[in-house]
């Protein structure tokens, strides 16, 4: 299956907003399934199609121990939230940086399934970290807008050496 090319900030394209998909058809499902493969071959826990430079409203996930259940996500919408969280993320459109980034504790997400069908999941911890890090990428966001002014700066400088040196 064809990898797909993953866009890195500061790349323009990284801060379009994503569409709702109107059906779940081939298409659509192919270009989940070559998501998830190239999630895997990034070793990364999440993609989101902006990332991919498709403008279609859907994620992937996987924050299974073993990396085997790959989930997918067309026009998820965060329905329930609660608590707070901080917990280091990363991205594969950044890579090289991380950083502390606060988060609800606990969601409820809608979205509809690889089979088009409508779903609802409770997740916590680093599955609830990676929904809202996603979905924030389908609205044209990077974590690093979460971040004081002081320490976005900061990681940017960081992540500028990062790209010179690789
Ligand atoms: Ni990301």
């Not at 998909?21 to 999440?46: F, H, N, P, Q």
Request: aromatic share 4%.
């Amino acid at each position: 299956m064809a990898m797909l090319d993953i866009l890195e900030f500061p790349d323009p394209r990284l801060r379009q907003v994503a569409a709702p998909v109107t059906t779940v058809d081939a298409d659509a499902r192919a270009l989940a399934e070559a998501m998830i493969e190239t999630m895997y071959a990034a070793k990364g826990i999440g993609l989101a199609a902006i990332q991919v430079n498709d403008r279609r409203r859907v994620f992937v996930m996987d924050t299974s121990p073993g990396q085997d259940q790959p989930q997918v996500f067309f026009n998820p919408e965060i329905i329930e939230r609660s608590g707070a969280q901080v917990g280091e993320e990363g991205c594969l459109s950044i890579p090289g940086v991380v950083a502390d980034v606060e988060r609800a504790d606990a969601i409820k997400v809608r979205a509809l399934g690889l089979d088009g069908q409508a779903f609802e999941l409770e997740a916590d911890g680093l599955s609830a970290v990676c929904i809202q890090h996603e979905i924030d990428h389908l609205d044209g966001k990077v974590f690093l807008d979460r971040l004081s002014p002081l320490k976005r700066r900061m990681l940017q400088k960081k992540y500028q050496k990062h790209r010179q040196q690789a």
